[in-house]
C-alpha cells in the first residue's frame, strides 16, 4: 500500500512560486513501477492533471502549463517535487500527489490532498 | 487534448436502485478509460480501469464497459456509501484528461 503525503506551503502571494513536495512511503519512487504525478482540483470544480516525472527524471507536462510547470525527484529521499511559477488567483486549489500506472495510466494511489491559496 | 464528456452532470437515486453514468471522449481511447469515485474533502478513488477491469478491493455492483469514444459505469444496488461524484479519465495519451464528473445523490 504506497502512502504518498503533500506538504508545502497553504497560501501563496499572486506573481510567486507555488512549490509543494510529496513523501512516498512503502514503496521506492526508483522501482520504476509507476510514473508520479501532480492533480489539481479548483474549489467545487473537476479534477486536472498536471504532470508527472518518473525515476529518472523523465517528466511529462500538460501543455497548458508547461511553460510554468517544473516537477522534479529526488530519489535519495523518496519525494518529488512541484513547483508552479508566476501564480494567480487561477493556481487556487487543492494539489494532490499521485502514483500513475503505465499501462492505462491510471492513478490508484492518491495523497490527502493540500489547499493552496493564491492571495495577497 | 483529448476532451471527456459526462453525462448526466447529477442524478438522483434510492438505495437499491442500479444507475448508469456514460462518458464520452472526442476522439478514439480505445480501452485506456478509468473510473474514479470521490467523496467530499477526500482524494479520488480508483474503481475501474481499462474500461471494465475492477480495481482489487472495490464491491463488484461496480462494472465498466465500452470501447472507442463511448463508456460507461454502472451501480447495481446502490448502497448509501456510494453516494459521491464519479470522474471518468483517459489514459490513451497526455495530457490525461477527467470528465466533468457526475454526482450521485440521494433521492
Known amino acids: 500500500q504506497v502512502q504518498l503525503q503533500e506538504s508545502g506551503p497553504g497560501l501563496v502571494k499572486p506573481s510567486q512560486t507555488l512549490s509543494l513536495t510529496c513523501s512516498v512511503s512503502d514503496a521506492s519512487i526508483s522501482s520504476g513501477a509507476y510514473y508520479w504525478s501532480w492533480i489539481r482540483q479548483h474549489p467545487g470544480k473537476g479534477l486536472e492533471w498536471l504532470g508527472y516525472i518518473d525515476y529518472s527524471g523523465s517528466t511529462n507536462y500538460n501543455p497548458s502549463l508547461r511553460s510554468r510547470l517544473n516537477i522534479s525527484v529526488d530519489t535519495s529521499k523518496n519525494q518529488f517535487s512541484l513547483k508552479l511559477t508566476s501564480v494567480t488567483p487561477a493556481d487556487t486549489a487543492v494539489y494532490y500527489c499521485a502514483t500513475t500506472y503505465s499501462g492505462y495510466s491510471f492513478s490508484d494511489y492518491w495523497g490527502q490532498g493540500t489547499l493552496v491559496t493564491v492571495s495577497s | 487534448d483529448i476532451q471527456m464528456t459526462q453525462s448526466p452532470s447529477s442524478l438522483s437515486a434510492s438505495v437499491g436502485d442500479t444507475v448508469t453514468i456514460t462518458c464520452r471522449a472526442s476522439q478514439s481511447i480505445v480501452k485506456y478509460l478509468n473510473w474514479y469515485q470521490q467523496k467530499p474533502g477526500k482524494a479520488p478513488k480508483l474503481l475501474i480501469f481499462?474500461?471494465?477491469s475492477l480495481q482489487s478491493g472495490v464491491p463488484s455492483r461496480f462494472s465498466g464497459s465500452g470501447s472507442g469514444t463511448d463508456f460507461s459505469l454502472s451501480i447495481s444496488s446502490l448502497q448509501p456509501e456510494d453516494f459521491a461524484t464519479y470522474y471518468c479519465q483517459q489514459g490513451y495519451i497526455t495530457p490525461l484528461t477527467f470528465g466533468g464528473g457526475t454526482r450521485v445523490e440521494i433521492k
Open positions: 481499462g474500461a471494465s
